[in-house]
């Protein structure tokens, strides 16, 4: 027997690149104090953490955000805001911080517990810095707009106030799903690190995997000869995105029968994503430099939110390919370009698009096509496209349309004509097979949100809860009818991302102040000429019309039943209510706006 052979393997230093400053940050108490600060915790007043901040949490505890060790204080968030770094000089291009409403608890020099929605202890922190911040300012800086269509561009409800301070973590948030799949930046490291790989190149995605990106990430795993880390964004992605417990799915399936599962570590992010385009591609490269990546594979668009209430995309398509490439020797994370790729029935392979010639036959489908035309549709995507198992189990999340859900949010002044119209329109959905829920404004207000008035936040607050339970009811397959004056355009804004943009559909109720005056069922408009009620929409408190709805309806010159008809065609249209045998039917459109109706 050879002699060499019973040696045993010399362990080898990782030759992975360390994280950025060098160290990983760890948050997390040693065992041994867990006792002593979790009864301590219990005598501290305690703020509830929104779920995006959950996710920084944990980012910040296990080291993701490394070198950064706690939410910014002011000079970091001023010098992230103007130069994209923190106050040490490192490189940082999103603000992470914890906004909060000012409370009577929150004081300098205090402990503090911080705790999820369930109200489980997740980390102690010591108040060393209290600031107001500027919303507008960090949306323009940031996002580069306060266009309210981007997801995060509007953040009224994040809090007037940051806090920052020392943070002790006794336990990271609790997920129950693939846990074998989530890991710390240390436990991805050592996973790297025992294939023996010098380069790893990380994809970012929020999106399923088709046949393109798996020629893609295979090219990229060639190009830098090492590991691929596949690591998908499970936090907070865009509205409307495909959930991620589908997304892992087919992750899992498609890395199981391909060729490069022994060169594909797939790691699930839990990070809550800003749509921040090149400020995030920036992001994303450094996040993953600390879990082990010197590359980062970053295409078109990356990050992006879509377009802006124009109908412009925020980003040119390359502008985060830009950015990162610009900083990308200074951070030691190399960028694998993301070339377009075109598939070539005639040879049923995947090639470049800038080197087919103008006369060979080509196809694609574009990530909106998939998500508009064939998910939201619940069609099949074709086998050249997304593998069969793939495409399986999106068929199981996305049934065909007219079993999924949808929301119709009805908005006006009050007397418009909205409860008449939406009474209507279930009355002619349930003829044709689909169950519906009313949410009418003035109902709820006598359960769901009894007690509240007509104060701007308390306004808001019912129609979030309106918009939580449609996001539900959607959710699970069923149709919500919303009926509620709604005034305001950016909470409006928050419910269509609730529910997601492409179950959600706005009915603009658009009766002239005069006409709903003279109709006035309800006697309001008369007590508030007379003063008797205040803050009245559309006397003495502003109604905000939408800017893109989906339908307008004219209630002086149509009928109720004439409305609720047209609804009902548009939804036909749309999918959402199956064609009758024998009836004609409607050309499907791609873009949710009304078309030739
Ligand atoms: P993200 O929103 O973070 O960019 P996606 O899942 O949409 O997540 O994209 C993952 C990566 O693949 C990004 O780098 C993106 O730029 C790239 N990408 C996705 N689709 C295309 C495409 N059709 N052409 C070029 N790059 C693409
Ligand atoms: P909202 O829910 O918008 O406050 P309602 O539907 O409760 O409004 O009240 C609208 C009133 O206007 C009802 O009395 C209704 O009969 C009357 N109305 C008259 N014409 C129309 C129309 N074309 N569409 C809807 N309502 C109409």
Not at 117 to 143: C, G, P, R
Not at 521 to 532: H, L
Request: charged share 25%.
């Amino acid at each position: 027997m050879n002699a060499m052979m019973t040696q045993p393997n010399p362990v080898k230093p990782s030759t992975l690149i360390p994280p950025y400053g060098d160290e990983l940050v760890n948050l997390l108490v040693p065992p041994e104090a867990l006792d002593e600060l979790k009864a301590y915790a219990s005598h501290l007043p305690s703020l509830q953490l929104s779920e995006r901040s959950i996710c920084d949490l944990e980012l910040l505890a296990i080291g993701g955000f490394s070198p950064l060790r706690q939410f910014m204080p002011r000079d970091d968030h001023q010098r992230v805001l103007e130069e994209m770094r923190l106050s040490s000089g490192h490189l940082f291009p999103i603000p992470v911080t914890l906004p909060v409403d000012p409370e009577p608890t929150i004081h300098l020099d205090r402990d503090i517990a911080l705790r999820n929605a369930k109200n489980d202890l997740l980390a102690v922190m010591t108040i060393e810095a209290i600031y107001e911040w500027d919303l507008k300012q960090v949306a323009q800086m940031v996002f580069g707009t306060i266009d309210v269509r981007h997801p995060l561009a509007d953040m009224p409800r994040w809090g007037k106030l940051n806090l920052s301070g020392r943070l002790q973590v006794l336990q990271l948030p609790h997920h129950a799903d693939f846990q074998e799949l989530r890991c710390t930046p240390a436990q991805t490291r050592a996973r790297l690190a025992a294939s023996g790989c010098e380069n790893v190149v990380a994809f970012q995605t929020r999106n399923p995997l088709h046949r393109v990106h798996e020629e893609l990430i295979t090219r990229a795993i060639q190009r830098v000869d090492g590991m691929l880390l596949l690591h998908p964004v499970v936090g907070l992605t865009k509205p409307g995105d495909v959930d991620h417990y589908t997304r892992v799915r087919t992750y899992k399936a498609l890395v199981q029968g391909s060729a490069i599962a022994d060169r594909t570590l797939l790691a699930l992010l839990p990070l809550a994503m800003r749509l921040a385009g090149p400020r995030e591609a920036l992001w994303h490269a450094l996040i993953r430099r600390n879990y082990g990546a010197n590359y980062l594979i970053v295409g078109r668009d990356h990050a992006s939110p879509g377009v802006d209430s124009q109908g412009k995309p925020f980003y040119g398509p390359y502008d985060a390919q830009a950015l990162v490439e610009r900083h990308s020797a200074e951070l030691g994370v190399g960028v694998i370009p993301f070339e377009e790729l075109v598939y070539l029935p005639d040879e049923d392979r995947y090639e470049e698009r800038s080197r087919v010639p103008s006369q060979v036959r080509t196809a694609s489908i574009s990530g909106t096509q998939v998500r508009q035309e064939y998910l939201n549709k619940g069609r099949r995507l074709p086998a050249w496209f997304t593998r069969p198992e793939v495409a399986e189990i999106l068929a199981e999340a996305y049934p065909p349309r007219h079993r999924q859900g949808v929301c119709l949010w009805f908005t006006g002044l009050s007397g418009a004509g909205k409860s008449t119209t939406a009474d209507l329109l279930t009355a002619f959905l349930l003829e044709h097979g689909r169950q519906a829920t009313v949410l009418d404004g003035d109902v709820v207000r006598t359960h769901l949100s009894k007690g509240l008035g007509f104060s701007k936040e308390d306004r808001d607050t019912n129609i979030r809860r309106i918009g939580f339970v449609a996001a539900e009811i959607v959710r699970h397959g069923g149709v919500a009818i919303c009926a509620a004056v709604s005034p305001y355009l950016a909470t409006r804004q928050e419910v269509r991302d609730m529910v997601g943009p492409d179950h959600f559909i706005e009915v603009f109720v658009d009766t002239p102040l005069e006409v709903c005056e003279q109709r006035d069922a309800k006697g309001m408009y008369a007590k508030a000429r007379r003063g008797e009620i205040t803050g009245f929409t559309g006397i003495d408190d502003p109604y905000e019309p939408p800017s893109t709805p989906e339908i307008t309806l004219d209630t002086v010159a149509q009928t109720p039943e004439a409305n609720a008809q047209r609804i009902l065609a548009y939804l036909r249209q749309r999918g959402f209510v199956r064609a009758e045998a024998g009836s004609q039917l409607f050309a499907e459109g791609t873009n949710g706006a009304e078309g030739a109706l």
